[in-house]
């Protein structure tokens, strides 16, 4: 296994089998389905439940919510471990949809690799490019699947040239797509020399594979049909013309990326996948982190929190945090330090992800991905470690873009719409600003979808019906700045004021007038529409 840094000691072989990873794609791409595939493969499920199947079958197994059930998205990434041969897979199903985007870019700094998927109708979308850039600002590798291939997709070459143009990136194929939409046949595997025939009647079955030597092995045509065969070996000689070979080390600085083709619901193309993320995947990377950065071979435990998950189990009020391990063997029951709390912490009941299954934690290594069932003493942003102070960064949280306000149906019940608020903040869902005037929350979230998850589980999760309000305000910033100077705003700008959950002073805005205002009279003080997970 190559490494970026060639001066970086070699990883225990616990450490350095681990692959951990996010899917990204623009929703209905089929990512959610080829999660499934992966838990199949990796023999975490005996069968995929299809995600538009009827009744209780249509049930995928990565989306626990009970709105994900009911609409088939996936709204807040779920994580999982299994096995694929002598590899630890810890994939990360992000959201596809928009309007949970910041979940994503925070479940992206707690990954050392991405698999990008695409539709072979529709190419590089909106969403993807979005992901995409968080990708690049971290460096991370990205290995591509090209997915849909059994239905009408569009030319090879053309889905290769839109991912080089739109993501500046070197695309190399693994695999090449013999036919397309009916007549789909299967791929030929470029990195071994094999054929992988398409098998359409059982979704579930290993396609079968035939070892060919190169390609003018005459067997090739016993099971290619002779047209197809000529087209397909004509747009081979063109690919090695034309395409970069590939180089594992481009691909680990995240400059090339690997193309699979395949179709994820029929279980075709997903093994070759997998079997690519772990030979070209990274093992556990360093994390970035203040004073200085976490190396995965380090003896000492340390973690970070990159999500939490209220109510994952509703019979319980538990509340997850998921904690990435960025270095050293954690045994259940260790005491950590709350590096923000400087308070011990013990870890008693740690739980490892099967899909919606869960199963206690007795070990885990750097890259492995932990929840901690916890009564909100972590939040997203939190670092654990073995008593030594030093804390994870670059997790970001964004301003929201929309904003409202928010009532309970029955008033006497603000107490537990606060509860129930400040729980969804912790957790990330959405932003919650107590105005300095007057009673009352601003909620303020990334996208509209987010409004309806969120009246949604309060009242499935609380017992109580909300309703959201048009609020006066459009944004919010955080003052960033000097203490007296930031008083003096405040002081000036009651109405504009609110604080958020952590407690720090924002300045909610009308019109872009508001903070050109403030930058002007203001020049010492910063208007920020990032800010980093709890300091």
């Given amino acids: 296994m190559l490494d970026t840094n060639t001066n970086r000691p070699e990883l225990p072989p616990e450490i350095a089998r681990r692959r951990t990873f996010a899917i990204i794609s623009h929703p209905d791409a089929g990512k959610t389905t080829l999660t499934e595939k992966f838990l199949l493969y990796g023999g975490a499920i005996q069968m995929a439940g299809q995600v538009r199947a009827k009744g209780e079958a249509r049930r995928t197994r990565s989306d626990f919510m009970k709105m994900e059930q009911d609409r088939g998205i996936s ?45 072979g109708a529709k190419g590089v979308e909106s969403q993807t490019q979005k992901l995409f850039e968080v990708c690049r600002l971290r460096d991370l590798p990205i290995l591509t699947f090209c997915n849909k291939m059994d239905r009408e997709s569009r030319d090879t070459f053309d889905i290769i040239d839109e991912i080089q143009e739109n993501l500046a990136i070197d695309v190399t194929p693994a695999s090449w797509p013999i036919g397309m939409g009916r007549d789909f046949l299967g791929c030929y595997d470029l990195l071994n020399d094999r054929l992988e025939l398409m098998d359409r009647a059982d979704r579930n079955v290993v ?42 080390q481009s691909v680990l600085e995240g400059h090339m990326t690997p193309i699979w083709f395949g179709s994820a ?91 919606s299954d869960r199963e206690l934690a007795e070990e885990a290594w750097a890259g492995d991905i932990i929840g901690i069932p916890n009564h909100g003493q972590l939040r997203i942003g939190d670092t654990l470690t073995e008593g030594e102070m030093i804390r994870a960064t670059g997790i970001p949280s964004f301003a929201p873009e929309l904003l409202q306000g928010v009532r309970a149906g029955d008033p006497m019940k603000a107490k537990h719409l606060e509860k129930a608020l400040m729980q969804f903040a912790e957790e990330g869902a959405a932003k919650v600003f107590k105005p300095n005037i007057g009673s009352g929350f601003i909620v303020g979230v990334v996208g509209a979808l987010q409004f309806e998850v969120l009246a949604s589980r309060i009242e499935l999760e609380y017992g109580l019906p909300v309703r959201f309000e048009q609020s006066q305000f459009t944004s919010a910033r955080w003052i960033i700045g000097d203490k007296d100077e930031v008083e003096k705003l405040v002081n000036a700008n009651k109405q504009h004021i609110a604080h958020d959950n952590d407690g720090d002073p924002v300045f909610l805005t009308r019109l872009q007038w508001d903070i050109d205002r403030v930058e002007r009279d203001y020049p010492d003080l910063r208007l920020s529409a990032t800010k980093e997970m709890m300091v």
Avoid: C, W
Avoid at 86 to 109: A, C, I, Q
Avoid at 227 to 243: N, R
């Fill in 265 to 355: 619901i029929n279980s075709f193309g997903v093994q070759e996948l997998m079997q690519g993320i772990a030979n070209y995947g990274p093992e556990p990377q360093p994390q970035q982190a203040d004073p200085r950065a976490i190396a995965p071979e380090e003896k000492k435990v340390a973690g970070f929190v990159f999500k939490v998950q209220a109510n994952m189990d509703p019979k319980h009020r538990d509340r997850v945090a998921f904690m990435r391990l960025a270095s050293g063997h954690f045994k259940r029951g260790m005491k950590l330090t709350h590096v923000r709390s400087k308070k011990p912490m013990a870890v008693s009941n740690p739980v490892l992800f099967l899909a």
């Fill in 207 to 248: 396609a079968e594979t035939i070892e060919i030597n190169g390609l003018d092995d005459p067997k090739l045509a016993e099971h290619v049909p002779e047209h197809l065969l000529e087209k397909f070996l004509e747009e081979v000689e063109m690919a090695k013309e034309l395409l970069p070979a590939l180089d594992p």
């Fill in 75 to 119: 709204v807040s990434a779920s994580a999982m471990s299994f096995d694929f041969g002598k590899y630890r897979f810890n994939l990360v199903d992000t959201p596809g949809h928009s309007d949970f985007s910041e979940d994503t870019y925070r479940t992206l700094t707690a990954v050392d690799a991405a698999v990008m998927v695409i539709d």
